[in-house]
């Protein structure tokens, strides 16, 4: 079974920034495509960014474009979420998720394309 886990949510204030990293139980981790989603209070869970297993490929939604960088270290199976220029509006909990791909280096970006998950972190945003 795949085990998938968060690490790096917390407080900050609005223009600051956070790392946050996902780990997963994988030997060939470089097989495997990542995606970070978020679900803020009240609402669902959506794609924030993705990344290929070579890390070739990345995607990102509009909103976080150009303030979010997603990258990975397939020797320690850690894929991380650089967020900076934070505002309140990012705040929400953070999930990582993980799908194999033994070939190609394709991004995914829709929660039913992701079979395993993590339990989130949890990021606030202070105004």
């Known amino acids: 079974q795949v085990q998938v886990v968060e690490s790096g949510g917390g407080l900050v204030q609005a223009g600051g920034s956070v790392r946050l990293s996902c780990e997963a139980s994988?030997?060939?981790?470089?097989?495997?495509?990542v995606g970070w989603f978020r679900q803020a209070p009240g609402k669902g869970r959506d794609f924030v960014a993705s990344?290929?297993?070579?890390?070739?490929?990345?995607n990102y939604v509009d909103s976080v474009q150009g303030r979010f960088t997603i990258s990975r270290d397939n020797a320690k199976a850690t894929v991380y979420l650089q967020m900076t220029s934070l505002q309140p509006e990012d705040t929400a909990f953070y999930y990582c998720?993980?799908?194999?791909?033994?070939?190609?280096?394709?991004?995914?970006?829709?929660?039913?394309?992701?079979?395993?998950w993590g339990r989130g972190t949890h990021v606030t945003v202070s105004s």
């Open positions: 998720a993980v799908r194999w791909v033994p070939f190609g280096s394709n991004v995914f970006s829709t929660e039913n394309e992701f079979p395993y």
């Open positions: 994988v030997r060939t981790f470089n097989m495997y495509a």
């Open positions: 990344i290929s297993g070579s890390g070739t490929n990345t």
